[in-house]
């Protein structure tokens, strides 16, 4: 995976986002029998102010999130809670994450969890959103979500649905 980093907050620097953005994707990737090396993701660290003037802009709300995605191509699936399709190997560009500092470790507070730990659940979660998933509809979400929760666990860190610690409301703004 080769991940384009523009870190506007320097409190990412210190999370090393690089290094784990690398190891949420690549674990995305692999999860679905991608080869993580054909990848390309542009990732943007930020704080609440950019990421809520980029909700702004490109969703109509002014306000603060988690993260934000951009995929590159269309990749939806056209039933809901079937797997989309595939991206293709011609453009190694999936596209686009913006990820907040600010609202990261506000969430990782709340839920007692490491800042870190949380971020990769939403690098993981951005990643498949590149991929063409999405949690509009029920079947989609659970789609999703359990792919969250497989490579999530895959990864040493816990299923971060399994007593909905964190749940649909505050992952909604991806």
Known sequence: MTIDLNIEDPRWDALDLATLAE?????????????????????????????????????????????????????????????????????????DIAIAYDTCAREAEAAGKAITSHATHLLVHATL?????????????????????????????ADPYSDDAMGRDQAEGQ
Request: proline share 9%; glycine share 8%.
């Open 23 to 95: 190891a949420a994707s690549d674990a995305a990737l692999a999860e679905l029998g991608l080869d993580p090396a054909q990848w390309d993701i542009s990732l943007l660290g930020c704080d609440d102010a950019r990421i809520a003037a980029l909700n702004a802009d490109f969703r109509g709300k002014p306000a603060p999130t988690n993260v934000l995605s951009w995929p590159s191509d269309e990749r939806a699936a056209g039933i809901d809670g079937e797997m989309p399709l595939p991206p293709d190997p011609v453009d190694p560009e999936l596209g």
């Open 129 to 157: 959103h590149l991929l063409g998933f999405d949690h509009e509809r029920d079947a989609d979400a659970d789609l999703m979500e359990g792919l969250e929760s497989q490579i999530l666990v895959s990864m040493g860190h």
